[in-house]
């Protein structure tokens, strides 16, 4: 299984800006789409951006125009830009290869 690894989660307040970061191993890391989950307490993962190795992206509904997924291949690397933070943002953020493999989760919490 690949190595995930994500940092960048906090504590913020309602309106303000996280960048959450994805240091990925597999050495076909370029291939591979990669993805964004979060986890609310009691609730199944649910998804929140997506994107291809050709840089398409897809957004949850409830994210869309506030959120920004972007990857560095150089880096091994996918990226959660969050902006206009609602509390309802409030949840452990998820990476993933979209292939079975996932990162131990990083807390966001939005306070209002």
């Known amino acids: 299984q690949e190595q995930l690894v994500e940092s960048g989660g906090g504590l913020v307040q309602a309106g303000g800006s996280l960048r959450l970061s994805c240091a990925a191993s597999?050495?076909?890391?370029?291939?591979?789409?990669m993805g964004w989950y979060r986890q609310f307490p009691g609730n199944q993962r649910e998804l929140v951006a997506t994107i291809t190795p050709g840089y398409s992206t897809n957004y949850a509904d409830s994210v869309k125009g506030r959120f920004t997924i972007s990857r560095d291949n150089a880096m091994k690397a996918v990226y959660l830009q969050m902006n206009s933070l609602k509390p309802e943002d409030t949840a452990v953020y998820y990476c993933?290869?979209?292939?079975?493999?996932w990162g131990q989760g990083t807390q966001v919490t939005v306070a209002s």
């Open positions: 597999s050495i076909i890391f370029r291939l591979s789409s």
């Open positions: 993933t290869n979209m292939r079975g493999s």
